[in-house]
């Protein structure tokens, strides 16, 4: 372990936030277009990026507190704190660039969110029959109800995409 395995793990969780980010624009994309027959399946895409960010989060933390030990500070160093004491050589710059990146990629990631998230609750869906179904619109209103659903998971799915701990771990709030 040491500031390569740290480097290494830093990239796979900035491309896993380009794929979370990917899926988020794809589902915009998709719901602004009136796919919405594809929403259960942006939604379940963004999910598993979601899940595997958190495999990510966990490789990244363990990564960084050997690290910090190496560098004789507590496991819970921010990656500031890790370029701070870092010794003389490529680490400062390698752990300045990948800081830069993740708060970029956090910043587009909280746009995409918010953007997937305006967009999903200005839906108009189709209103059921005020009379009831009747045997004819049970369908209609099947397709109707599933597209309610999805469209309820894919702004919960939506709401999960913010990543608390890498925010925390870059050093808070940066801009």
Known sequence: MGAGDLSAALWQERRHLELLLFRLETQRLHVEAGNLEWLGFTASDVERAVDRLRFEA?????????????????AQATLIELISAAPAGPWPEVL????????????????????????LRT?????APAHGPGPADTAG???????????????????RTAQPLLAQFLGGDRD
């Open 96 to 119: 300045h660039d990948h800081l830069n990146a993740l708060g970029s990629l956090l910043r587009q990631l909280s746009d995409a969110a918010r953007a997937n998230e305006g967009t």
């Open 58 to 74: 966990l490789a990244r933390s363990v990564e960084s507190a050997a690290v910090a030990a190496e560098w004789g500070l507590p």
């Open 123 to 127: 839906l108009r869906l189709p209103a």
């Open 141 to 159: 209103l099947l397709d109707q109800l599933t597209t309610a659903g999805n469209v309820e998971r894919a702004l919960a799915v939506t709401r």
